[in-house]
């Protein structure tokens, strides 16, 4: 079993930063990628970043320039930089680790961010 711990969200105020962190129980190059989703209240739950094995970044648009994702193989964990953050970005942010080995997707329980206008 695979587990995913979120940390670092938090309440902030506008234009502010956060950074949160993704702790694996396994490698995190057992993971095709990592990303960070996230779900607002009412909405879909969406991708926000991802780093894939070779290390390709994707970001959705809303956060390109702002968020960045990085990642610590040493340690298991991947990290999303959030700055310059607005209102928009409030929701629950979640860990995703897609697994090959166990043809299983990995979430964690999320940490929730607000941002105060």
């Known amino acids: 079993q695979v587990h995913l711990v979120e940390s670092g969200g938090g309440l902030v105020q506008a234009g502010g930063s956060l950074i949160l962190s993704c702790v694996v129980s396994?490698?995190?190059?057992?993971?095709?990628?990592m990303g960070w989703y996230r779900q607002a209240p009412g909405k879909q739950r969406e991708l926000v970043a991802q780093?894939?094995?070779?290390?390709?970044?994707i970001y959705t648009d809303s956060v390109k320039g702002r968020f960045t994702i990085s990642r610590d193989s040493d340690k298991n964990t991947v990290y999303l930089q959030m700055n310059s953050l607005k209102p928009e970005d409030t929701a629950v942010y979640f860990c995703?680790?897609?697994?090959?080995?166990?043809?299983?997707?990995?979430w964690g329980h999320g940490t929730q961010v607000t941002v105060s206008s």
């Open positions: 995703n680790a897609p697994s090959p080995i166990d043809r299983t997707d990995y």
């Open positions: 396994r490698s995190i190059f057992s993971f095709n990628a």
């Open positions: 780093i894939t094995i070779g290390g390709i970044r």
